[in-house]
């Protein structure tokens, strides 16, 4: 059995966990975790400010590491290693999570792994159900990422799609803007949409029929602000529409994808939108015309956790895998190295 310390402070999220890698239960494996969200800090400017984030993880997560360590009734000593994101991210908000980690780690002279959070998104999924088997086929749907991957094993990822401009949580957030609906926007968007007509707004589809799976969502965004600011819609049917849309184009993007991978045991969906329970639905019907199950992690695993990260470093600790100390934070970290630049892809790792 290992005990790992995870860490997360990548975006507007500060959290920590202790994982039990051999725990029978997921209530087991977790053995504690704490997340102190920013959103109030962030909501009066729209978004995230990657400077009032820095600071706010600074006065968070010493003290939240020691409630986590208490809460598990542990010591550092008794850790048998220390997970930490090391990117990507906004770059000050990753520094003071690894800065951290390395600083626990050579206090406690322990093993410091250094995690892709998005990989921590990526083995999420086993956290849940560690029965779940390489090779899968995962669609990671966030705030700033918006990817599908084979995952063929620990650290062999193969990315089959990108977004070309706007990831899928940002297209929600930024519907939810255009809606005044504040800040993070999806599960407001979400709530709305359930009070309205996904067909009474004709929006685009954007890449719907293109042979290669990659995402847009810039011109369905454009078109949202453009169905507002004519006045004629009920701000739910926007909403109601513009989920649709957004999901008509994940579900033909993703059976894109599973027609490119090879032989895959499940279809899973991580990242925070895995948390939209009309998406989870539309996927489910996918993966069963597939002939293969859908994991998706509980809505708790799905949107940033501390936990995922302590499990990734799990995997990579029973795997004999740390990091010298002076391992750099990277704001970019692509989980596919090889993967061929996108036209028009803004660098979103
Ligand atoms: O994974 P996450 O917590 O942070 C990133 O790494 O980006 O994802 C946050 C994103 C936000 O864009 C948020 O609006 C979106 O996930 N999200 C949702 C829902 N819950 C969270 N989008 C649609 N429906 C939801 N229920
Ligand atoms: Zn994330």
């Given at each position: 059995?290992?005990?790992?310390?995870?860490?997360?402070?990548?975006?507007?999220?500060?959290?920590?966990?202790?994982?039990?890698?051999?725990?029978?239960?997921?209530?087991?494996?977790?053995?504690?975790?704490?997340?102190?969200?920013?959103?109030?800090?962030?909501?009066?400017?729209?978004?995230?400010?990657?400077?009032?984030?820095?600071?706010?993880?600074?006065?968070?997560?010493?003290?939240?590491?020691?409630?986590?360590?208490?809460?598990?009734?542990?010591?550092?000593?008794?850790?048998?290693?220390?997970?930490?994101?090391?990117?990507?991210?906004?770059?000050?908000?990753?520094?003071?999570?690894?800065?951290?980690?390395?600083?626990?780690?050579?206090?406690?002279?322990?093993?410091?792994?250094?995690?892709?959070?998005?990989?921590?998104?990526?083995?999420?999924?086993?956290?849940?159900?560690?029965?779940?088997?390489?090779?899968?086929?995962?669609?990671?749907?966030?705030?700033?990422?918006?990817?599908?991957?084979?995952?063929?094993?620990?650290?062999?990822?193969?990315?089959?799609?990108?977004?070309?401009?706007?990831?899928?949580?940002?297209?929600?957030?930024?519907?939810?803007?255009?809606?005044?609906?504040?800040?993070?926007?999806?599960?407001?968007?979400?709530?709305?949409?359930?009070?309205?007509d996904p067909k009474a707004v004709?929006?685009?589809?954007?890449?719907?029929?293109?042979?290669?799976?990659?995402?847009?969502?810039?011109?369905?965004?454009?078109?949202?602000?453009?169905?507002?600011?004519?006045?004629?819609?009920?701000?739910?049917?926007?909403?109601?529409?513009?989920?649709?849309?957004?999901?008509?184009?994940?579900?033909?993007?993703?059976?894109?994808?599973?027609?490119?991978?090879?032989?895959?045991?499940?279809?899973?969906?991580?990242?925070?939108?895995?948390?939209?329970?009309?998406?989870?639905?539309?996927?489910?019907?996918?993966?069963?015309?597939?002939?293969?199950?859908?994991?998706?992690?509980?809505?708790?695993?799905?949107?940033?956790?501390?936990?995922m990260i302590g499990w990734a470093?799990?995997?990579?600790?029973?795997?004999?895998?740390?990091?010298?100390?002076?391992?750099?934070?990277?704001?970019?970290?692509?989980?596919?190295?090889?993967?061929?630049?996108?036209?028009?892809?803004?660098?979103?790792?």
């Open positions: 059995m290992a005990l790992i310390l995870g860490i997360e402070s990548s975006c507007d999220e500060t959290a920590a966990a202790v994982i039990d890698s051999n725990g029978e239960t997921l209530a087991a494996r977790i053995v504690a975790q704490r997340i102190a969200s920013q959103d109030e800090m962030h909501r009066p400017y729209g978004g995230v400010v990657p400077e009032i984030a820095a600071r706010a993880h600074v006065e968070v997560l010493g003290p939240m590491i020691e409630q986590v360590l208490a809460d598990a009734g542990l010591a550092l000593d008794d850790i048998d290693a220390i997970a930490a994101t090391a990117g990507p991210g906004l770059i000050g908000g990753v520094m003071v999570g690894l800065v951290t980690g390395k600083a626990l780690a050579m206090a406690a002279d322990k093993p410091l792994i250094a995690i892709n959070h998005l990989e921590g998104h990526a083995l999420s999924p086993r956290l849940a159900e560690p029965a779940l088997a390489y090779p899968y086929l995962l669609l990671l749907v966030s705030g700033g990422h918006c990817q599908i991957l084979e995952v063929r094993g620990l650290g062999d990822y193969r990315r089959l799609a990108t977004t070309i401009d706007d990831a899928l949580g940002e297209a929600f957030d930024k519907t939810a803007k255009i809606l005044g609906l504040g800040y993070p926007g999806g599960p407001a968007v979400e709530r709305l949409a359930r009070e309205g004709p929006l685009p589809r954007p890449l719907v029929g293109s042979g290669e799976p990659h995402f847009s969502f810039a011109g369905l965004k454009s078109a949202v602000m453009r169905a507002k600011q004519a006045g004629t819609h009920r701000d739910a049917d926007i909403a109601a529409s513009f989920q649709q849309a957004a999901l008509d184009c994940v579900i033909d993007r993703t059976r894109i994808a599973l027609g490119a991978c090879g032989p895959v045991t499940a279809l899973v969906v991580a990242g925070g939108v895995a948390a939209n329970a009309a998406l989870r639905g539309a996927l489910e019907e996918l993966a069963s015309s597939a002939g293969l199950p859908l994991v998706a992690p509980p809505p708790k695993l799905c949107t940033d956790n501390a936990a470093g799990a995997e990579r600790f029973a795997m004999g895998y740390s990091e010298a100390l002076d391992v750099a934070a990277r704001p970019r970290w692509p989980l596919d190295a090889n993967a061929a630049p996108v036209r028009g892809a803004g660098v979103k790792g």
